[in-house]
């Protein structure tokens, strides 16, 4: 039987329960201390007192519901995010990726689309976008909706500008988007050859015959188990001799089946698939 350790951990289980068996999303499995933070403050932005208040309305309103997709997601990202990452990815996977005919990319937990569109950039610039297919996958609607549609503030211009510069890359990031009002738009060129889908890394099953997987800064917000479990999920759906890339405070460390990786950058957390066989065959 399960102890709680007092009354809002018992409301707080409860209400996951009722989320995962009424709408089919599981965030049992997300750490306590980040989830219970976002649930109170979805609580105070809807003036709704109590969780059990909240678990009660929750299952009869869908619009509640989505609001709280919305905001108990993490969902901050900006383009060429740690522009050192992608100047890594630029020197030790690009030059792979250029021996196949056609490369198939899963952007897992990619929020409203900014580090995609900076993957995309990268790969043009490789002379790589015509032949690649970027699945760009999140578990929240509203967010895939913006990133699909490629439309951005320009208040955060500058600092992408910076960013694209400091990864590498030639030209102008202003090349990739036409400029509006107060917003840029990406290019269709860029778009059209990413996938945006919505994907649930607790409950979905594999993308398979992957060359690269990126799922950056998501995984910290998973408890040890369900770490374990996704990461199982992305060997899965890894080619041998594919690339996983993960956050700057994510590893490998810990993951049963660590021994099929081979760190190629462990500093900016590059992993390459190196053998099919691992303790993970025995979960």
């Not at 999303?25 to 219970?36: C, I, Q, V």
């Not at 522009?83 to 929020?111: D, M, N």
């Amino acid at each position: 039987m399960l102890k709680y350790q007092n009354d809002e951990d018992y409301d707080i289980h409860a209400l996951l329960e009722v989320i995962y068996l009424k709408w089919g999303y599981d965030f049992r499995g997300y750490s306590k201390a980040s989830l219970t933070r976002r649930i109170f403050f979805f609580l105070q932005e809807e003036r709704i007192d109590r969780i059990p208040d909240l678990q009660f309305r929750i299952v009869r309103d869908r619009g509640l519901f989505s609001r709280f997709i919305k905001d108990v997601t993490v969902n901050v990202t900006e383009m060429f995010r740690d522009p050192s990452f992608y100047r890594s990815v630029k020197k030790h996977i690009v030059p792979q990726l250029e021996t196949y005919p056609h490369i198939k990319i899963w952007h897992a937990g990619c929020a409203t689309g900014e580090e995609v569109y900076s993957l995309a950039m990268l790969l043009d610039q490789a002379g790589l976008l015509d032949r690649a297919t970027i699945y760009a996958t999140d578990i929240n609607r509203s967010v895939l909706d913006r990133a699909k549609k490629g439309i951005y503030s320009d208040s955060h211009l500058s600092q992408y500008q910076q960013n694209f510069k400091d990864a590498g890359l030639n030209g102008d990031l202003l090349d990739y988007f036409e400029k509006g009002y107060d917003h840029v738009i990406v290019d269709s060129r860029l778009r059209k050859n990413i996938v945006f889908t919505e994907h649930d890394l607790v409950i979905d099953h594999v993308f398979g015959e992957m060359q690269l997987i990126f799922c950056r800064n998501v995984l910290i917000y998973f408890t040890r188990e369900l770490q374990d479990k996704v990461i199982g999920l992305f060997t899965e759906s890894l080619d041998f001799g594919g690339y996983l890339c993960l956050g700057i405070k994510e590893s490998l460390d810990f993951f049963d089946g660590r021994a099929m990786f081979t760190a190629v950058d462990a500093d900016h957390r590059l992993f390459q698939k190196t053998s099919n066989k691992g303790s993970s065959d025995k979960r």
